[in-house]
């Protein structure tokens, strides 16, 4: 506990928060509402803040991850992934289906369908395997100026596109942004001082006030559009993610009471199976106030996601602990069978 990085549990604290709260937007059919109005300007600039949810998560593996190296005991932490994913799934897939049919679950559970909102399972599994392998690319730069470069690179292939009116930028590798976050997360961590909390701030309210403007311009009159301008890969969502990020990052908190570091830490600790279990709660939840409008809708914003936020806490916190004892057994049971005697493979 000591060792850890409190700022790190606040930022995986509040990207799980922002999961819960980009979710109220979607379960409340705020996307197949025609965009005019006040309330619907609040609505977009909490899309606008809240898509960073998924960028900041992509963001701590690079700053958690960036030093793991090609070797059993790095492949075997997919374990706990797994066996979370697994429970999270089983548990999803009775809630939503009122039953349960072995064949059924087994097809959602390889299509990452079970859960509804495993498809970062499905991205992270395929990530977590070649990380290893994109972190010799970053280790093998050997200057400041060389990392910048290479996070240069992928800006303009991933993240300038969303700019694009003439084509101006490539197209192709847009799809490719969570290498960009993965670099800014271990650029951020090497490099932390380049960042400074008042610069974070100011670009985190100039992009979210202009975003946000932008946004409901572009949809003013119609249903939200959606635009590669207002994705996760977006100049704006990537703007907001590394200023909340560096923000977050920099605060001295050394003096923050240890109860307080407590409570971070086991929101951080129990956040994967938050995500994933949320969709219990929203499903429960959102079905009471689907015949208001949107302006009633968005008075219980606070009510909903914080019922959703504490519900999901607590029933992921118990699948944390059983998937560390279902991992914590494996682990001892290949130790004991001399499965994995070599570290090195």
């Not at 029933?315 to 090195?344: A, P, Q, Y």
């Amino acid at each position: 506990m000591s060792k850890r990085n409190f700022n790190l549990d606040i930022i995986r604290s509040l990207a799980v928060l922002f999961v819960i709260c980009i979710h109220f937007l979607l379960n409340t059919g705020f996307y197949q509402q025609e965009i005019t109005g006040k309330t619907y300007f609040v609505c977009i600039f909490f899309r606008v803040l809240f898509m960073s949810c998924v960028p900041l998560f992509m963001m701590l593996s690079g700053t958690l991850l960036i030093d793991k190296i090609i070797n059993r005991k790095y492949y075997l932490g997919i374990i706990r992934v797994l066996i979370t994913y697994f429970i999270c799934s089983l548990i999803c897939f009775v809630f939503k289906t009122n039953g349960f049919m072995l064949k059924q679950f087994i097809i959602e559970l390889l299509g990452y369908k079970a859960a509804p909102y495993a498809w970062y399972v499905n991205f992270y599994i395929g990530f977590f395997l070649i990380i290893p392998f994109i972190n010799l690319i970053y280790k093998g730069l050997k200057t400041k100026n060389e990392k910048k470069l290479l996070i240069l690179s992928l800006l303009v292939v991933s993240i300038l596109p969303s700019l694009n009116i003439y084509n101006v930028f490539p197209n192709y590798w847009q799809v490719i942004y969570p290498f960009l976050y993965y670099f800014l997360g271990a650029y951020i961590k090497e490099y932390k001082n380049d960042f400074s909390c008042k610069k974070s701030l100011l670009i985190f309210l100039t992009s979210s006030a202009l975003f946000t403007v932008i946004n409901f311009y572009l949809s003013r009159g119609k249903v939200f559009q959606f635009t590669f301008f207002s994705d996760y890969g977006s100049i704006s969502t990537m703007l907001i993610t590394t200023s909340i990020f560096t923000f977050i990052y920099n605060l001295k908190l050394d003096k923050t009471p240890m109860f307080i570091k407590k409570v971070f830490y086991n929101i951080s600790k129990a956040s994967f199976a938050m995500y994933l279990v949320s969709y219990c709660f929203d499903s429960y939840l959102y079905k009471y106030i689907m015949d208001y409008n949107m302006g009633i809708k968005l008075l219980y914003f606070v009510p909903i996601t914080l019922s959703v936020f504490i519900g999901s806490l607590i029933v992921g916190f118990i699948i944390e602990f059983i998937s560390e004892f279902i991992t914590r057994k494996l682990t001892n049971l290949s130790i004991s069978l001399k499965i994995f005697k070599k570290e090195t493979i």
